[in-house]
C-alpha cells in the first residue's frame, strides 16, 4: 500500500508541477533510481513507462532497461561480484550457463518464462536505442548515429552484461549441462534431461566434423524444444534466438573491449579471439550461411525467407556444439 501511495504522489507531483519534458524525465528517472536503489523494480518500471518513452535520452533508457532486468532477476553488483568471473570456464562462454541468473528453475518453453521475457524486454530497450527502426541491424556502429560516443559505448557496456545474462539462460536451459557439478566441471548434455546437442541436424545439411560424436547426424539428440518434432516455426523462433543473442554478443564485444578493464577485459578479449576463429570456420564451410552469420535482429532471423533451417543447424553446429559448451 504505501508503495502504491509514493508512486500516486511521485506521479502526480512530477506531472503538476508545469515542468517541460526534460524536468519531468529527470525526476522521473530519480524517482526510479530511488525504487531501484530499494529492489522495487516493478514501481520504477511505472513511474518510468507513465513518463512516456523518451529514445534518444541514453540515461532514461539504461534506467528503464536496468528496471525490466532488475524485474528479471538481474543484478549488476551480483554481475560483477561473482558471474563475470565464472564466463570462460568451461570454454570461452559455457561458464556463462552457471550465473546466478542462468541455474534459478524456468518456466518451459524457455520464452514463456517471465523472467527471460523481462531480461529481453532490457535488452531491446538497449538495442534499439534511439528509436531506431526494429527493421534495421541494431548494431553498435548503428546506435553511434543516435548517441555521443560515450552515450553509445555505455549503453553498449550494459547491454554487453545482460546479453551474456540471457545467453547464459538459453546455454543453461538447452545444453543440459551436469550442474550439481562445480562450475568449472559443467558439461554440455551431461544434466537431467535427455538431450546431447542443442538441436537436431540433417545428414545432408553442413555441420562441423569437430562436433562431439553424439551430435554429428543421424545420431544428434536434440532437446526436446529445438528438436524436429516441434512446430516448424516454434524451431525457427527458437534457433533464432540463439543465433541473434550469440551474434549481439560478438558484435558488441569489440566496442567494449576498447574502454574495458580488468576481469573484463580478460573475458572479453578470450570471447572475441574464440568467437572470431569460430565464425571464420562457420563461413569457410558454408560461404552461402549469408546473414545468418551476422544478424543481430530477432524478426530478419524469423521472416526472412533465406534464412533457412539448414544454416540454422549450420551455425549451432559451428557456434555452439564444439565451440562454447563442450
Given at each position: 500500500m504505501l508503495k502504491r501511495l509514493i508512486f500516486i504522489f511521485t506521479f502526480l507531483f512530477i506531472f503538476s508541477c508545469g515542468k517541460n519534458t526534460d524536468e519531468l524525465t529527470a525526476?522521473?528517472?530519480?524517482?526510479?533510481?530511488?525504487?531501484?536503489?530499494?529492489?522495487?523494480?516493478?514501481?520504477?518500471?511505472?513511474?518510468?513507462?507513465?513518463?512516456?518513452?523518451?529514445?534518444?535520452?541514453?540515461?532514461?533508457?539504461?534506467?528503464?532497461?536496468?528496471?525490466?532486468?532488475?524485474?528479471?532477476?538481474?543484478?549488476?553488483?551480483?554481475?560483477?561480484?561473482?558471474?563475470?568471473?565464472?564466463?570462460?570456464?568451461?570454454?570461452?562462454?559455457?561458464?556463462?550457463?552457471?550465473?546466478?541468473?542462468?541455474?534459478?528453475?524456468?518456466?518451459?518453453?524457455?520464452?514463456?518464462?517471465?523472467?527471460?521475457?523481462?531480461?529481453?524486454?532490457?535488452?531491446?530497450?538497449?538495442?534499439?536505442?534511439?528509436?531506431?527502426?526494429?527493421?534495421?541491424?541494431?548494431?553498435?556502429?548503428?546506435?553511434?548515429?543516435?548517441?555521443?560516443?560515450?552515450?553509445?559505448?555505455?549503453?553498449?557496456?550494459?547491454?554487453?552484461?545482460?546479453?551474456?545474462?540471457?545467453?547464459?539462460?538459453?546455454?543453461?536451459?538447452?545444453?543440459?549441462?551436469?550442474?550439481?557439478?562445480?562450475?568449472?566441471?559443467?558439461?554440455?548434455?551431461?544434466?537431467?534431461?535427455?538431450?546431447?546437442?542443442?538441436?537436431?541436424?540433417?545428414?545432408?545439411?553442413?555441420?562441423?566434423?569437430?562436433?562431439?560424436?553424439s551430435c554429428i547426424p543421424p545420431a544428434a539428440s536434440s532437446h526436446l524444444e529445438l528438436t524436429t518434432s516441434v512446430t516448424a516455426s516454434y524451431r525457427k523462433t527458437r534457433l533464432c534466438r540463439g543465433v541473434v543473442l550469440l551474434n549481439g554478443i560478438l558484435n558488441i564485444l569489440p566496442s567494449v573491449l576498447a574502454s574495458a578493464s580488468g576481469s573484463l577485459s580478460t573475458q572479453s578479449g578470450v570471447i572475441t579471439a574464440a568467437g572470431s576463429a569460430a565464425a571464420l570456420l562457420l563461413t569457410t564451410a558454408d560461404p552461402s550461411i549469408g546473414v545468418v552469420a551476422s544478424t543481430i535482429n530477432q524478426s530478419v532471423c524469423e521472416d526472412n525467407t533465406k534464412v533457412t533451417v539448414a544454416q540454422l543447424e549450420t551455425y549451432f553446429s559451428f557456434m555452439y556444439e564444439s565451440v562454447f559448451l563442450p
Open positions: 525526476s522521473a528517472i530519480l524517482s526510479a533510481n530511488i525504487y531501484l536503489s530499494k529492489g522495487d523494480c516493478q514501481p520504477a518500471i511505472d513511474v518510468l513507462e507513465a513518463n512516456g518513452r523518451q529514445n534518444e535520452n541514453a540515461h532514461y533508457l539504461k534506467v528503464l532497461a536496468s528496471a525490466y532486468a532488475c524485474k528479471a532477476g538481474f543484478s549488476a553488483v551480483t554481475f560483477f561480484a561473482s558471474d563475470l568471473a565464472l564466463t570462460g570456464s568451461p570454454a570461452p562462454l559455457g561458464g556463462t550457463s552457471t550465473y546466478s541468473t542462468s541455474i534459478v528453475t524456468v518456466t518451459s518453453p524457455l520464452e514463456s518464462d517471465f523472467k527471460f521475457r523481462d531480461l529481453q524486454t532490457a535488452i531491446d530497450i538497449l538495442l534499439y536505442a534511439g528509436g531506431m527502426s526494429t527493421s534495421l541491424e541494431p548494431t553498435s556502429t548503428e546506435r553511434t548515429r543516435y548517441f555521443s560516443a560515450s552515450d553509445a559505448a555505455s549503453i553498449d557496456t550494459q547491454l554487453l552484461f545482460m546479453m551474456l545474462a540471457q545467453f547464459g539462460k538459453y546455454l543453461h536451459v538447452y545444453g543440459n549441462g551436469n550442474y550439481s557439478a562445480t562450475p568449472a566441471s559443467v558439461k554440455k548434455g551431461s544434466g537431467s534431461a535427455l538431450n546431447k546437442c542443442f538441436t537436431s541436424y540433417n545428414v545432408t545439411s553442413i555441420f562441423n566434423p569437430a562436433m562431439p560424436a
